[in-house]
């Protein structure tokens, strides 16, 4: 028998290759890089990156490419890269069923987050004009890897950030993440329990887990076709595993059902 879900009381959002299709940007930029050396990042390597902080992802990246010239540092990559993306930021795109499920919780005030590895300048780039379609709907409860408010190297999967975007929901503290979960009061380990995140990397996935909350995993289709080859979650595992956020059904998690007022995307 399957076991009920939680009921749920607010809800945490990732964002690159979940609310918008960036992954795709991150990817492309990437390779147009890597191709003046005759090199591509494919991805079994990108597997690995996902949901890393920017400098620990770009290490990890060249590691896979010894032969580069040394002249090809981590800041030569990420210069290259910042360039490349900030071209194609403003012309990002909402992934199926975000604006719609994004709308939706809104609309029925239920608190809603963002929790993103993403800097703070290029949230701005990647959000600016999807403010009207999804972004408003945040009212200002996004966070950013470089907002000061997650210690350095406790980037997802440390649980820090997502128990900060709980505290933006909730209006409280949820405990915290340095202390262990041994220092968790009985009443801080409900509250975290009441959270949904959704995220579609596995260092992310992890960090839910370990912030205590629930957590619905929407992988791209390539990093699931790569089996056993690819990253493995550790002792972590989702709560749900969706191909899409248009496949989400907000009452199996105690949420306001879709009602026909709510704009589709």
Same mark, same amino acid.
């Given at each position: 028998?399957?076991?009920?879900?939680?009921?749920?009381?607010?809800?945490?959002?990732?964002?690159?290759?979940?609310?918008?299709?960036?992954?795709?940007?991150?990817?492309?930029?990437?390779?147009?890089?890597?191709?003046?050396?005759?090199?591509?990042?494919?991805?079994?390597?990108?597997?690995?990156?996902?949901?890393?902080?920017?400098?620990?992802?770009?290490?990890?990246?060249?590691?896979?490419?010894?032969?580069?010239?040394?002249?090809?540092?981590?800041?030569?990559?990420?210069?290259?890269?910042?360039?490349?993306?900030?071209? %194609?930021?403003? !012309? /990002? &795109?909402?992934?199926?069923?975000?604006?719609?499920?994004?709308?939706?919780?809104? =609309?029925?005030? +239920?608190?809603?987050?963002?929790?993103?590895?993403?800097? %703070?300048?290029? !949230? /701005? &780039?990647?959000?600016?004009?999807?403010?009207?379609?999804?972004?408003?709907?945040? =009212?200002?409860? +996004?966070?950013?890897?470089?907002?000061?408010?997650?210690?350095?190297?406790?980037?997802k999967p440390h649980p820090d950030v997502f128990l900060v975007a709980a505290e933006r929901c909730l209006g409280r503290r949820v405990g915290v993440a340095e202390a262990g979960e041994s220092a968790v009061s009985a009443e801080e380990g409900k509250e975290r329990a009441l959270g949904l995140v959704f995220e579609d990397a596995i260092p992310g996935v992890q960090a839910g887990k370990r912030a205590g909350m629930n957590v619905v995993w929407v992988p791209d289709v390539n990093l699931l076709s790569l089996g056993e080859s690819g990253p493995t979650m550790d002792i972590e595992q989702p709560d749900q595993t969706l191909n899409s956020l248009e496949n989400f059904v907000p009452e199996e998690w105690g949420l306001p059902p879709y009602d026909d007022d709510v704009a589709t995307s």
């Open positions: 028998m399957t076991q009920p879900r939680p009921k749920i009381e607010y809800v945490i959002f990732d964002m690159d290759g979940l609310l918008i299709d960036s992954e795709r940007v991150y990817t492309e930029v990437t390779n147009a890089i890597l191709a003046e050396y005759g090199k591509e990042m494919t991805w079994d390597i990108k597997a690995g990156l996902m949901g890393k902080p920017e400098r620990d992802a770009a290490a990890h990246l060249l590691a896979f490419f010894p032969d580069l010239p040394p002249s090809f540092t981590i800041d030569t990559y990420l210069a290259l890269r910042r360039a490349g993306q900030d071209a %194609r930021w403003p !012309y /990002v &795109q909402p992934l199926p069923g975000a604006v719609r499920l994004v709308r939706h919780l809104h =609309a029925h005030g +239920v608190p809603i987050a963002v929790a993103t590895g993403s800097q %703070r300048r290029n !949230y /701005v &780039q990647k959000s600016a004009h999807l403010m009207d379609a999804l972004f408003e709907c945040f =009212a200002g409860r +996004v966070v950013c890897a470089d907002d000061g408010l997650v210690a350095p190297g406790r980037g």
